[in-house]
């Protein structure tokens, strides 16, 4: 957008020099460099800009619900994030475990802990279940065994055999989330996970993400169903227009009807 100032110190100008990032996100532990921290984040498709200004901090273990409208900003909040080409980063600073993403291509995030599960699924074709799992652990760092996998979604035990693009799609969701855990995540990264599934579904794999959140897994979950995520989560993000708007508790979210109608229309 033209009438939209371009940011200034772009990526590069201003190297880390082994201090908390910049001026600390909208909620700040104590001064320390969270977990995970996004902190003024700017992302661009082409001219378009889209991601403007976002800082939030995630605690090693927390649960977040990223939410707002369709088009706030939520997906190319975590493709920034997982460091993908688009949107182009052109400023601000992402740390994980004290690792500056922001520096990285998307194939070093993966390698250092970012997870993402897209909304897509992208399940391999041609590919059994198995395969699909075993091909996620070809290079190290590698995560879960595809036994515990199993033991998690025991429906893919049960069709290991089968090509991963003849599953449901709520089993299909499921090889989406086991592959990324069959690597070495630190922060799980979750883009729609219950879109286009039956209730029932929905409720199986909300089952699997509770005993995930209680093995700790750090997360990050954006869902059009709000009420579902912020059950899941400990804390919500409210994004509107590129910008967070609310950063607080998830049981904040669901006693305030007012910022739910005027930001998640729900
Ligand atoms: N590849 C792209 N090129 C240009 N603009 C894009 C591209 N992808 C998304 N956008 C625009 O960026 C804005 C934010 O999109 P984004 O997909 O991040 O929103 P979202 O919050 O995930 O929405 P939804 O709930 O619909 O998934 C939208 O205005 C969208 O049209
Ligand atoms: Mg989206």
Same mark, same amino acid.
């Given at each position: 957008?033209?009438?939209?100032?371009?940011?200034?110190?772009?990526?590069?100008?201003?190297?880390?020099?082994?201090?908390?990032?910049?001026?600390?996100?909208?909620?700040?532990?104590?001064?320390?460099?969270?977990?995970?921290?996004?902190?003024?984040?700017?992302?661009?498709?082409?001219?378009?800009?889209?991601?403007?200004?976002?800082?939030?901090?995630?605690?090693?273990?927390?649960?977040?619900?990223?939410?707002?409208?369709?088009?706030?900003?939520?997906?190319?909040?975590?493709?920034?994030?997982?460091?993908?080409?688009?949107?182009?980063?052109?400023?601000?600073?992402?740390?994980?475990?004290?690792?500056?993403?922001?520096?990285?291509?998307?194939?070093?995030?993966?390698?250092?802990?970012?997870?993402?599960?897209?909304?897509?699924?992208?399940?391999?074709?041609?590919?059994?279940?198995?395969?699909?799992?075993?091909?996620?652990?070809?290079?190290?760092?590698?995560?879960?065994?595809?036994?515990?996998?199993?033991?998690?979604?025991?429906?893919?035990?049960?069709?290991?055999? $089968? *090509?991963?693009?003849?599953?449901?799609?709520?089993? !299909? @969701?499921? /090889? #989406? &989330?086991?592959?990324?855990?069959?690597?070495?995540?630190?922060?799980?990264?979750?883009?729609?996970?219950?879109?286009?599934?039956?209730?029932?579904?929905?409720?199986?794999?909300?089952?699997?993400?509770?005993?995930?959140?209680?093995?700790?897994?750090?997360?990050?979950?954006?869902?059009?169903?709000?009420?579902?995520?912020?059950?899941?989560?400990?804390?919500?993000?409210?994004?509107?227009?590129?910008?967070?708007?609310?950063?607080?508790?998830? $049981? *904040?979210?669901?006693?305030?009807?007012?910022?739910? !109608? @005027?930001? /998640? #229309? &729900?």
């Amino acid at each position: 957008m033209s009438n939209v100032d371009q940011p200034q110190n772009l990526l590069g100008d201003k190297p880390f020099d082994g201090a908390a990032p910049g001026t600390p996100p909208a909620k700040t532990t104590g001064g320390q460099p969270a977990y995970f921290s996004c902190w003024d984040v700017h992302a661009y498709y082409g001219e378009s800009y889209i991601v403007q200004g976002v800082s939030f901090d995630v605690r090693e273990g927390e649960i977040v619900a990223l939410l707002g409208r369709n088009g706030a900003g939520k997906t190319s909040t975590l493709r920034a994030i997982a460091r993908v080409d688009d949107p182009a980063l052109k400023h601000g600073e992402i740390w994980l475990d004290h690792q500056p993403l922001h520096e990285m291509k998307s194939y070093q995030a993966a390698q250092i802990g970012i997870g993402l599960v897209p909304e897509d699924r992208r399940i391999i074709q041609g590919l059994t279940v198995e395969e699909n799992l075993k091909l996620a652990q070809i290079a190290p760092p590698v995560g879960w065994s595809i036994e515990r996998i199993y033991d998690l979604f025991p429906r893919l035990g049960e069709r290991r055999g $089968q *090509e991963g693009t003849t599953l449901s799609g709520g089993e !299909q @969701q499921m /090889l #989406a &989330i086991g592959r990324t855990l069959a690597r070495d995540v630190k922060l799980l990264l979750l883009d729609e996970p219950y879109e286009g599934l039956a209730p029932v579904i929905v409720q199986e794999i909300e089952r699997t993400l509770d005993q995930i959140k209680s093995l700790g897994m750090t997360t990050i979950i954006v869902e059009q169903n709000a009420i579902a995520a912020l059950h899941l989560a400990d804390r919500a993000i409210i994004l509107d227009m590129g910008q967070v708007v609310f950063d607080g508790k998830s $049981q *904040e979210v669901l006693d305030n009807a007012d910022l739910r !109608q @005027q930001y /998640l #229309a &729900i």
